[in-house]
């Protein structure tokens, strides 16, 4: 059994699709089926079932996934550690991040690590804290850096700040004339926001609640550029939060608002590694210097 058969499996059990899996790992999908197989035979035991809609795991397929997945981990850990023992910087870093984060935190932040540490590769996932959450507890973030994460047992926030809200709009609308608006402000206009998973749904929902006020939410969507799109369109107003230090002109079409109001004019920033695994001298280095943009973003 060799080590390349168990990674094409873990990709096919993270896809649960053999044609994604083999996307992903730049080989051909009869490739994976061959090393699926040679475990198959390794094992004694079929790892995964073809239907129709594609493939499952079966119960011996979810137990290796299992294990396969901690073990891999364990490697690239072993291989960081030997590296960082010789004087090099090196590994992967698995970041989770919320998506509006990425242009004010951590794109600048990657932009300096990367050219200090050319040997560290990243994988980049994003969502909302409760996803964020979920990666930390299944062992798959190294990294997170989310709004308000959960209290959860295997999560240390190491760093938090606060930023501020605002409302984008498109240029030429009325309220790019407003010093500030506040919540009632909002009642009418068609509204480009995440879900409910999302803190920012639900901070926005609880300060409408408290003022009587009836959003329309014309679009939900996760995506921060779908919504940076729609309002650009102008046909949508988004909420985001935005750096201290970022301008009013967005420079992209849009202009950044102030949000009055004490339930959601300001928003935290927390920034996350395990509680119970040692980090990589990468790791370390790279959650220092997110620490740092953080102040630099702090209000």
């Known amino acids: 059994m060799q080590l390349r058969a168990l990674r094409y499996f873990n990709e096919v059990a993270q896809c649960v699709s053999l044609r994604k899996a083999a996307t992903r ?9 061959r090393q699926i197989e040679q475990l198959e035979h390794f094992y004694g035991a079929s790892l995964i079932e073809r239907n129709p809609r594609g493939i499952r795991l079966t119960r011996e397929g979810e137990f290796l996934a299992q294990a396969v997945s901690a073990t891999l981990r364990e490697l690239d ?15 992967t870093i698995r970041m989770f991040v919320s998506e509006s984060l990425i242009a004010s935190m951590l794109a600048p932040v990657l932009a300096k690590f990367s050219q200090q540490y050319p040997k560290v590769q990243f994988q980049i996932e994003t969502g909302s804290a409760p996803r964020i959450a979920d990666a930390f507890r299944a062992g798959e973030a190294d990294i997170g850096l989310t709004f308000y994460m959960p209290p ?3 999560i240390e926030v190491t760093h938090h700040c606060d930023v501020w809200h605002r409302v984008l709009v498109p240029k030429g609308h009325a309220f790019t004339e407003r010093h500030s608006i506040t919540i009632r402000d909002l009642a009418g206009q068609p509204l480009a926001i995440p879900n409910s998973t999302f803190s ?31 309002a650009r369109a102008g046909i949508a107003l988004l909420v985001l939060p935005q750096a201290a230090r970022q301008n009013r002109d967005l420079g992209d079409g849009l202009v950044a608002v ?3 109001d004490p339930l959601i004019e300001r928003v935290r920033v927390d920034l996350c590694l395990p509680r119970q695994r040692t980090s990589s001298i ?13 102040a630099d973003c702090s209000i």
Do not use: D
Not at 25 to 32: C, D, E, G, K, N
């Open 25 to 33: 790992l730049y080989v051909t999908p009869s490739a994976v089926s």
């Open 200 to 230: 920012t749904r639900q901070i926005i929902e609880a300060a409408a609640r408290k003022e009587g006020v009836q959003l329309n939410v014309a679009y939900t969507t996760s995506s921060v550029e779908v919504q940076k799109s729609l």
């Open 77 to 91: 850990h072993v291989k960081e550690h030997i590296a960082n023992s010789q004087g090099v910087v090196a590994g």
């Open 282 to 294: 990468a790791i370390k280095t790279c959650q220092s210097m997110l620490a740092q943009i953080m």
């Open 152 to 154: 959860c047992a295997e």
């Open 258 to 260: 102030p949000l009055l």
